[in-house]
């Protein structure tokens, strides 16, 4: 089964950038979407950004023009490039793949916090 692992949390000041690398142990061509979830302490896990296999993205309202989504076919590798980081950005993020037959994975997590 392939596995997801996420790399590139980490702490920032506000105002500063991070970027978070999602790489699949196999091709991520067998996955229909990918995306990124966040949870912060005392909160349910909300989705962050999605990209479809042809490109097509979607983020959060809250992360809309502060965050971007991409996906290196060649490396297997989804990211998510954080600019303008928030302390409400402070969370565990979690890469997540979607396969055409529904099947969910999720990689371990990564922290990223955000505090002057």
């Known amino acids: 089964q392939v596995q997801l692992v996420e790399s590139g949390g980490g702490s920032v000041q506000p105002g500063g950038s991070l970027r978070l690398s999602c790489a699949a142990s196999?091709?991520?061509?067998?996955?229909?979407?990918m995306g990124w979830y966040r949870q912060a302490p005392g909160k349910q896990r909300e989705l962050v950004a999605a990209i479809t296999n042809v490109g097509k993205t979607n983020y959060a309202e809250s992360v809309k023009g502060r965050f971007t989504i991409s996906r290196d076919n060649a490396k297997n590798t989804v990211l998510l490039q954080m600019d303008s980081l928030k302390p409400e950005d402070t969370a565990v993020y979690y890469c997540n793949a979607r396969s055409y037959s529904g099947t969910i994975l999720w990689g371990q997590g990564t922290q990223v916090t955000v505090s002057s």
């Open positions: 196999g091709s991520i061509f067998s996955f229909a979407a």
